[in-house]
Every structure is written in structure tokens, then in C-alpha cells.
């Protein structure tokens, strides 16, 4: 079955046939008709919904958006609930609410100094200025709200970061839902939505959102945008507003523009499904894997790919643009990587100095963190040096696999990836790989909190998976509930449970 076609194609594909034609018939659009011949008159004996019912006919796009609302709903409730105090003053680093008061002040540097409550953590210091060295756009868009609020330390930076959480796992159901109506997954809505809200409480996704501070505060942003770029890029449908998301990402977390190739992927399916002169056609299933490329790199229509790819740049182009800007006024640097973190005064700027931002050499640590992060246990014979609690978590982490068992189910999927499942997975690799060689592990976390930037993604892939979840998968799932929300509880507020030894990854004899 024809998985989906670009608004460049010149007749739509069956899937989106099928699919209008079934939200025709569930809202009363299709009407039934009798024998033309016959006088007698055929009357429906169901009246048509109305109301609320008639919104949430099956299949319907009110339905899909209502549902959407109401995942969202449900976790700014959970998530203000675990937050608790934290809803109602401003956090400790509230780096973007400074960012956005300088600007509002006319400075790309802070007016004054650092603010004492945030003890001078990730500023940067240049030519007798500081700076935020952290990706603007946050800092955008709390602009407003800081200028009604008058001060940044007025500015409830925790709160509006809650408001914001539950877009992510709201827009991820959407995704989901996409997938399943283009029969590129066979889970269903009910799956959906039970995966959304995993999504919400059983990743370190949980205790990211409750946080608000500078670092987790990016996260919750990306993660929404990295959820709205996958569901513009599915089909390359609004190349233009899939680019400003992606450009959006750019300036949050900067890693995460190598997901691009998620966008590119499906660009070279629509121009080879749906050429502009010809019939639609499949993508070849026979063959080795280069034999099909080159298949598909033969008869491509390089006319349709090139407006969906170009309309896609545009607006990526002009976020870099302005990061080149932004950091060149700032450091005298055009790069648009360059946002300031090298000449940040922290403990550890020897290294950055020595081995870069980004370098094999952090290699090791970081896999040991992501991989191999375990509670710490007291020595039988010393139990009271854990002051009375059974177990500590390291400021570097918990293994991804221990905090989110269920990922272990993206090793075995039950189907071949085919062309989305590659897809997802070549982007995924992007900033998966560029975080472990970036300079921070993630210190100080309860979890992982870098593969925020491609849990989207991973949960596409087990969707498409098709391996059922199961007894052992919802076991998994509970576990993952059970540890998230202990972090989302206990981090940054019960230090007796965590132990703030950078210098170790595992705990030390």
C-alpha cells in the first residue's frame, strides 16, 4: 500500500484516498443511497451523533485533536503536582529569563552580574561581560512574559516550562496516530495513547519537565519541537514549517539539527512515489540494499525534490543565519555553533580548553554513564554511612536501560525497519552520537537526560516494531514508571539520595 504523497503530487495516494473517504463516512458525509429504479425510500435508523460524540466520531480529526488535548491536560496536572513549590517562585538558574531581560534592556550581555542565587553556575565571562551560553530560542519565548513580569527573578520560569511539557507527549500521540492511519504501524489509538503517556512519566522525560532550570528547560522545548518536526516531516507535507521547527531545534539544542535527515528521507520517498508526470509507484523490495538505491537515485523526480527540499532549507538557512549573527555580536565569532560554552567559569573549563567541546576522549566516560550507571549500595559493613537511605544515584546518572527498560524492545523489532524505520534510525544516530562525545555526560541528572533529544524518534521505531507489548513489556513499562517518578520526586530536592561525585561514574571501593 502507497504510504502517503507531498502536496507537489499530481493525484493524492490511496492511503489519504482511504483515509478521507473514512473520515467522510464517520462524520454522515458519505450519505447511503438506494436502488435508483426502486421508489422506495431507504431512511437511516442510528441518528447522526451530535454534540460531544459527533467530536469524537472514530477516526475523525477532531477526535485525534481532542484526544491530543487531553494527554496534554494530563500532564501539566502530574507534572505541576510533582513540581509542587517549585510552581510558584523562580528556579535558582534561571539563565534564560537574564537572557531575555538583556534584551529587553537592548544588551546581548546581562545587566550587571550573574545573580548571586544561581552561585555563579554556566556563565560564560567575556571581555569582562557574562553571557548565556545556552541556544536562545527558550529565552524567546519567555521574552514576553519576562517583560510583563518586569524583573526575570519575578518570571516563574518552572511554571511556564510545565505549561509546555505535556505539548511534547501530546504531539508524539499525533505522531503516533499518523502512523497507524498511513498503515506504516499497527498499533492502535489505544496503544497510542498508552505510549504518549509512557512516553510522559516512564523516561527521564519525567523528571526533566518538573525541573525548570536552564538545562532541563531546553530539553522540555526540544522535545516539542523535535515532536512537531517529525509530524510536519512525515509525507515532507510543510517542508516550510518542518525547516522553522528544525531551526527552532537548532537554536534549543544544537545537536539535534542532525535529525534533518529524518526530513531528507522522506523528501527522496515522495519524489520517487509520487512523480509529477506517471503513475504512483512503490519503492523497489527487490534486490540488495544497492541495487535499490540506485533504483531509486535513477527515477527520482529530482523537479519535486527539489522544491520540497528547497522550501525545507529556507528556513533553516535562516536560523543559522542568525546564530552566526547572535554569536559573532556576542565572541567575535561567526560560527553558528558558537553560543559561548568555552569561556564558561566552571570547574572543568581546563578540559573544554584542552580536548574541545566535543572530542573522542569523553567517549568512554559518557557510554559508562549512559550504559552502566547504577545505584550505589553501602557497604554491608558501613550502613550508616548512606545516612539511613538504602541507596544512592550518582550525579552522572542511571543507565538508559535501567531507568527505561522497554527500549530494549527497539533491538528486536518483529518487522524489517523498511524505509521509516531506517529513517528514524539514521537520525536518531546523529545526536546519540554526538552526545557521547560531547564534553558533560549530563551531570548533574537523576537519568540520561541527553537522549531527550531522540526519545521521539525511538518511540516512532516502536511503533513500526510491530513486536507485541506484552505481559514482559508492560512489566518493563511499570518498572520505568515506578524509578521515573522516584527521580521526578527526589532530584534536586532529597540530596540523601544522591551523591555528587564527579570524578566517578561507578561507585568507588
Not at 94 to 119: C, E, I, K, T, Y
Not at 333 to 353: C, M, N, V
Request: hydrophobic share 50%; glycine share 8%; aromatic share 14%.
Amino acid at each position: 500500500m502507497t504510504e502517503g504523497a507531498s502536496d507537489t503530487a499530481a493525484e493524492p495516494s490511496k492511503v489519504e484516498l482511504a483515509e478521507a473517504d473514512a473520515e467522510k463516512s464517520a462524520v454522515g458525509e458519505a450519505g447511503s443511497s438506494g436502488d435508483s429504479t426502486s421508489n422506495t425510500k431507504t431512511t437511516s435508523t442510528e441518528p447522526e451523533p451530535t454534540g460531544f460524540r459527533r467530536w469524537m466520531t472514530p477516526e475523525s480529526r477532531s477526535r485525534r485533536l481532542l484526544i491530543g488535548v487531553g494527554i496534554w491536560l494530563v500532564c501539566t496536572i502530574v507534572f505541576a503536582i510533582v513540581a509542587g513549590d517549585r510552581m510558584w517562585v523562580h528556579t535558582k538558574d534561571n539563565h534564560f529569563a537574564f537572557l531575555a531581560d538583556a534584551w529587553l534592556h537592548g544588551r546581548q550581555a546581562l545587566v550587571g552580574s550573574p545573580p548571586a542565587h544561581s552561585a555563579g553556575n554556566d556563565w560564560a565571562q567575556f571581555e569582562g561581560r557574562w553571557y548565556v551560553s545556552f541556544p536562545p530560542f527558550p529565552a524567546m519565548l519567555m521574552l514576553p512574559f519576562v517583560a510583563l513580569a518586569g524583573d526575570p527573578d519575578n518570571f516563574r520560569d518552572a511554571q511556564f516550562i510545565v505549561w509546555l511539557a505535556g505539548i511534547g507527549p501530546a504531539v508524539l500521540f499525533l505522531v503516533l496516530e499518523k502512523l497507524r492511519r498511513t498503515a506504516r504501524s499497527d498499533r492502535s489509538e489505544i496503544d497510542n495513547i498508552r505510549l504518549a503517556l509512557l512516553f510522559a512519566f516512564g523516561t527521564v522525560y519525567f523528571f526533566t519537565a518538573v525541573q525548570g532550570t536552564v538545562w532541563f528547560a531546553a530539553h522540555v522545548v526540544g522535545v516539542a519541537l523535535m515532536a512537531l518536526f517529525v509530524l510536519c516531516s512525515l509525507d515532507a507535507k510543510r517542508p516550510a514549517l518542518a525547516g522553522f521547527l528544525l531551526g527552532c531545534m537548532f537554536l534549543t539544542r544544537v545537536t539535534t539539527v542532525l535529525v534533518a535527515v529524518f526530513f531528507a528521507f522522506e523528501a527522496i520517498r515522495v519524489a520517487y512515489m509520487r512523480p509529477t508526470h506517471g503513475s504512483p509507484r512503490e519503492l523497489p523490495s527487490e534486490g540488495d540494499l544497492v541495487d535499490r538505491a540506485r533504483l531509486v537515485a535513477r527515477n527520482l523526480d529530482y523537479g519535486v525534490l527539489l522544491r520540497i527540499v528547497g522550501t525545507f532549507c529556507v528556513p533553516v538557512l535562516v536560523a543559522i543565519g542568525f546564530a552566526s549573527w547572535y554569536n559573532f555580536t556576542r565572541f567575535h565569532d561567526p560560527s553558528p555553533a558558537a553560543f559561548g560554552h568555552e569561556y564558561l567559569k566552571i570547574g572543568w573549563q581546563t578540559r573544554i580548553q584542552q580536548w574541545g567541546l566535543f572530542s573522542y576522549h569523553y567517549l568512554g566516560r559518557n557510554l559508562s554513564a549512559m550504559l552502566a550507571g547504577l545505584p550505589w549500595r553501602p557497604s554491608p559493613k558501613a550502613l550508616s554511612s548512606f545516612g539511613g537511605v538504602p541507596f544512592k544515584v550518582n550525579g552522572h546518572g542511571l543507565a538508559l536501560w535501567f531507568t527505561t527498560p522497554f527500549y530494549l524492545w527497539l533491538l528486536h523489532p518483529k518487522r524489517k525497519l523498511g524505509w521509516l524505520g531506517t529513517a528514524a534510525l539514521v537520525a536518531t544516530l546523529g545526536p546519540f552520537i554526538a552526545n557521547l562525545l560531547y564534553q558533560n555526560s549530563g551531570w548533574v541528572q537523576f537519568g540520561y537526560r541527553f537522549s531527550n533529544d531522540y526519545a521521539v524518534l525511538l518511540f516512532v521505531l516502536l511503533a513500526i516494531g510491530a513486536r507485541k507489548l506484552g505481559r514482559a513489556f508492560w512489566l518493563c513499562a511499570a518498572w520505568a514508571l515506578a524509578w521515573n517518578l522516584f527521580g521526578a520526586v527526589t532530584f534536586d530536592r532529597n540530596g540523601a539520595y544522591y551523591a555528587f561525585d564527579n570524578d566517578h561514574v561507578y561507585q568507588p571501593d
